[in-house]
């Protein structure tokens, strides 16, 4: 997905200045035809309100795979419900957010041993 918005590879190793995350839900390859929502923040560089969250850009695929390649169908009906459904997630990722945090605050120690030294 980053790929085809972006034009740029998923950033999936977690660094405290950016990085990319994904919320799959645990039945997204289901061999039955269902709707499941995969949600992609880009550019994560801090934690986000729920309110500031809505004030981003959102966009909606319909993701379809053609032979070995994936392909992606923009739906602009499905945009409020999946507003809504991204609301219910924490930007960046609940458990990253806090490793991210962590690697902050070390930088931040390692940083001001550093001025010390």
Not at 25 to 49: A, G, H
Request: include cysteine; charged fraction near 30%; aromatic fraction near 12%.
């Amino acid at each position: 997905m980053s790929r085809h918005l972006l034009d740029r590879d998923f950033q999936d190793q977690l660094r405290s200045t950016s990085y990319d995350s994904v919320h799959i839900p645990p039945d997204f390859d289901s061999p039955l035809p269902l709707k499941r929502w995969v949600i992609y923040d880009f550019n994560v560089t801090s934690e986000m309100s729920k309110d500031k969250l809505g004030f981003l850009e959102h966009k909606c695929f319909m993701a379809s795979r053609q032979g070995d390649e994936m392909i992606f169908i923009e739906k602009e009906q499905w945009f409020s419900k999946a507003k809504h459904v991204c609301q219910s997630y924490v930007w960046g990722g609940k458990s990253e957010q806090k490793i991210v945090a962590e690697m902050r605050v070390a930088e931040s120690q390692k940083s001001a041993c550093d001025k010390h030294v």
